[in-house]
């Protein structure tokens, strides 16, 4: 006898994100719903157990719960003003993503107006995290919503926080991006000046770990830089994507005057990651910059 469905849930955005999240989703008992418009994206979906429909309408018309993993604010736009054409029931949409806090301000509104709540719940944690349940969600906005939202968040996160008005989830995101988006380079340098001085990558990655001077970002980037590897299954987040975030929080922590001297000097060797091919690659590629700055080259 088959165990019982825990609910329907609804997933837009099956990118590195919402695949990982829904296919955990589908093996924890819920019925996912599907969708996005890159085939390859549907087909990948499928095979995890996601039943792919065909657009956010057709998602939310059987899905009363909503997640949205979109990669920029006018596909956010575009997915509720498809769902407020349908005149469905209300619907809680749950929106997962990075964007500045005044866009998802204006999606707030339009879904309000449609008879719909949207949560502010950007997520902290990689790719590669969220295939393991390994994130934690900065869930703001509507408290009874959330509050709903806590079985479904519990079977793709490992923890969520209710952080009170809408859009302080995103700003909650802000300072933890920020540190990642230091992390990241430092990782990147400290690889690079123990390999210029002779030592294994390998070795460095495993006595780093085990020391004082790790990181969360260290351990989950060092064997990446270690292996020299930051494409196809090895992405967790695209430096271009990445570059879209270290833009917003650039521009909020500016907007209420807050120096960010470290967090700007790791912009130059990000744009530099983007300048010499590694824009599909993951942010550890940053690793590669700083070698050939150091003028390393390894077999």
Same mark, same amino acid.
């Given at each position: 006898?088959?165990?019982?469905? /825990?609910?329907?849930?609804? *997933? %837009?955005?099956?990118?590195?994100?919402?695949? !990982? &999240?829904? @296919?955990?989703?589908?093996?924890? =008992?819920?019925?996912?719903?599907?969708?996005?418009?890159?085939?390859?994206?549907?087909?990948?979906?499928?095979?995890?157990?996601?039943?792919?429909?065909?657009?956010?309408?057709?998602?939310?018309?059987?899905?009363?719960?909503?997640?949205?993993?979109?990669?920029?604010?006018?596909?956010?736009?575009?997915?509720?003003?498809?769902?407020?054409?349908?005149?469905?029931?209300?619907?809680?949409?749950?929106?997962?993503?990075?964007?500045?806090?005044?866009?998802?301000?204006?999606?707030?509104?339009?879904?309000?107006?449609?008879?719909?709540?949207?949560?502010?719940?950007?997520?902290?944690?990689?790719?590669?995290?969220? /295939?393991?349940?390994?994130? *934690? %969600?900065?869930?703001?906005?509507?408290?009874? !919503? &959330?509050? @709903?939202?806590?079985?479904?968040? =519990?079977?793709?996160?490992?923890?969520?926080?209710?952080?009170?008005?809408?859009?302080?989830?995103?700003?909650?995101?802000?300072?933890?991006?920020?540190?990642?988006?230091?992390?990241?380079?430092?990782?990147?340098?400290?690889?690079?000046?123990?390999?210029?001085?002779?030592?294994?990558?390998?070795?460095?990655?495993?006595?780093?770990?085990?020391?004082?001077?790790?990181?969360?970002?260290?351990?989950?980037?060092?064997?990446?830089?270690?292996?020299?590897?930051?494409?196809?299954?090895?992405?967790?987040?695209?430096?271009?994507?990445?570059?879209?975030?270290?833009?917003?929080?650039?521009?909020?922590?500016?907007?209420?005057?807050?120096?960010?001297?470290?967090?700007?000097?790791?912009?130059?060797?990000?744009?530099? @990651?983007?300048?010499?091919?590694?824009?599909?690659?993951?942010?550890?590629?940053?690793?590669?910059?700083?070698?050939?700055?150091?003028?390393?080259?390894?077999?």
């Amino acid at each position: 006898m088959s165990p019982a469905v /825990k609910g329907t849930v609804g *997933v %837009i955005g099956l990118g590195i994100m919402g695949s !990982a &999240i829904s @296919a955990n989703l589908a093996r924890a =008992g819920w019925r996912v719903l599907g969708y996005d418009p890159e085939l390859a994206r549907c087909s990948e979906a499928k095979a995890a157990g996601v039943e792919v429909v065909d657009g956010p309408a057709e998602v939310a018309r059987h899905a009363p719960l909503l997640l949205a993993s979109l990669p920029k604010p006018e596909a956010l736009m575009g997915t509720l003003e498809a769902i407020s054409a349908a005149c469905l029931p209300r619907r809680t949409i749950a929106e997962l993503s990075t964007f500045a806090i005044a866009d998802k301000e204006e999606a707030e509104r339009a879904a309000r107006a449609a008879g719909h709540i949207l949560l502010d719940c950007p997520l902290s944690g990689t790719g590669a995290q969220a /295939k393991v349940k390994d994130l *934690v %969600i900065y869930a703001s906005g509507d408290a009874q !919503a &959330i509050a @709903a939202m806590q079985p479904l968040f =519990g079977d793709f996160g490992r923890k969520t926080h209710d952080l009170g008005a809408f859009g302080n989830g995103m700003k909650m995101k802000f300072v933890a991006n920020l540190l990642v988006a230091i992390h990241n380079v430092a990782s990147a340098e400290a690889m690079v000046l123990g390999m210029k001085a002779g030592l294994d990558p390998h070795q460095l990655y495993e006595l780093v770990t085990s020391g004082a001077g790790t990181s969360r970002v260290f351990e989950l980037r060092g064997g990446m830089m270690a292996d020299n590897k930051y494409g196809g299954e090895n992405v967790t987040m695209k430096v271009s994507t990445w570059q879209k975030d270290m833009s917003i929080i650039g521009d909020y922590a500016q907007s209420i005057g807050v120096p960010t001297p470290t967090f700007s000097a790791c912009e130059a060797i990000y744009n530099a @990651a983007m300048s010499t091919g590694h824009a599909g690659d993951d942010t550890a590629s940053v690793c590669a910059v700083l070698e050939a700055m150091a003028g390393i080259q390894r077999k």
